[in-house]
């Protein structure tokens, strides 16, 4: 079956940029999708690449895609403290019908 | 716009009780629709899936069941509740492009 993996944790000073990784095994995914959780809340939807897109970049966030590894990245550039939260990556999956196959999630720590 | 809400956000039961935890969306019609549960460690897991009123997809055999009985409403519920149903439960919507929008969550805890 599908499978997503990420690293569970990063830590960053306020004002470095932040990578956050991510790997996919379905070749078939359309859709790549980056979700931000803040502590007690639900997924906020932060961006989306098609795949037959490299790169996508909306404003602090660039999204890097290399399809030929099954690697997606998200960066944000000049990270906040209010940037701290779990960043989860996930592929869509077409099995008969819409699901989201979504990876551990990434923790990200920003220290001032 | 679309909204999506859950209700209560926070709930504790004992165990053996029955739950209810309802999800309504607003400013769509006909949504697919989405219940998961994700427990301390972390991740998400999909418990049911929705594609119209009455049709419901388990994703995982457990004690709860799922039911939609108005267009834009998914009910998460169990008769029994056990321990291990302690966990935040998240209801979402399908966009256009396969995206889903999430609601705000209900911590349930099992004592």
């Known amino acids: 079956g599908e499978d997503v993996e990420q690293s569970l944790f990063l830590s960053v000073r306020e004002g470095d940029s932040s990578v956050i990784n991510c790997t996919y095994t379905d070749s078939s995914s359309t859709y790549l999708y980056w979700y931000k959780q803040e502590p007690g809340a639900g997924l906020q939807l932060l961006t989306y690449?098609?795949?037959?897109?490299d790169m996508k970049q909306d404003q602090r966030l660039t999204v890097l895609l290399n399809k030929k590894d099954k690697h997606l990245s998200l960066r944000i550039a000049d990270t906040q403290t209010g940037d701290s939260a779990i960043y989860f990556c996930?592929?869509?999956?077409?099995?008969?019908?819409?699901?989201?196959?979504f990876g551990k999630g990434t923790m990200l720590l920003v220290s001032p | 716009s679309q909204t999506i809400h859950q209700w209560p956000a926070t709930l504790v039961q004992p165990v053996g009780s029955p739950l209810s935890l309802e999800c309504t969306v607003e400013g769509t019609s006909n949504p697919n629709l989405y219940w998961y549960r994700q427990a301390a460690g972390r991740g998400l897991q999909l418990l049911f899936y929705s594609v119209g009123i009455g049709q419901i997809s388990s994703e995982v055999p457990q004690n709860l069941s799922a039911s939609r009985p108005q267009d834009r409403q998914f009910i998460l519920s169990s008769k029994k509740l056990l321990l291990s149903d302690s966990g935040f439960y998240l209801c979402?919507?399908?966009?256009?492009?396969?995206?889903?929008?999430f609601g705000p969550g209900t911590r349930l805890t099992v004592t």
């Open positions: 690449i098609f795949s037959n897109m």
């Open positions: 996930a592929e869509s999956s077409y099995s008969g019908y819409s699901t989201l196959t």
């Open positions: 979402a919507w399908k966009g256009t492009g396969g995206e889903q929008y």
